[in-house]
């Protein structure tokens, strides 16, 4: 009986060990640029590498945004997922979520909201060991409530 509680303290520590190995950090930088608009976005992630193929995480995500008469700014986290079909080409679907304060300046005023955002990220990049480039197009783009410039944003990701 001791015996099997010693195997079974000895098997877990070995399991939290390797789960730990195979999480990576790190995120993602954005940029958007557009007729007098510009977004900047910085997402720190967390992946477990699940193996050399897939790849599920978390992150926490920062933006900020201004197109002409109005400023955004914005937080809120995603759940990622990572699907490498050969070594230099990473597939990606991300599921975002974020509170938006938005600041509208307008002529004898200026006009503010607070809501919340949902996006749906399906990318494509070329990777190199531990950076990839590419580009993402959000299928739940809203032109009105959205913070990015437009559907269709570059991004580089790195992991460590």
Known sequence: MTALCCF????TTLS?????????????????????????????NAIYQANEYVGLGAGLNFNYAKFRN????????????????????????????????RILELDGGNVEENYWSPALFLGIGYGNKNV???????????????????????FVRVYF
């Open 8 to 11: 079974g303290f000895a098997q």
């Open 70 to 101: 109005a400023k955004f700014a914005a937080y809120g986290g995603s759940l990622i997922s990572l699907i490498n079909p050969i070594r230099a080409l990473q597939l990606s679907a991300e599921l975002e979520q974020l509170r938006v304060e």
């Open 16 to 44: 939290n060990q390797n789960f730990w190995k195979n999480v990576r950090f790190g995120g993602n930088i954005g940029l958007g640029f557009g007729n007098d608009s510009f977004n900047a976005s910085v997402s720190p």
């Open 132 to 154: 990839t480039v590419g580009i993402r197009y959000d299928v739940l783009y809203n032109d009105e409530k959205s913070i990015y410039a437009d559907a269709l944003m570059p």
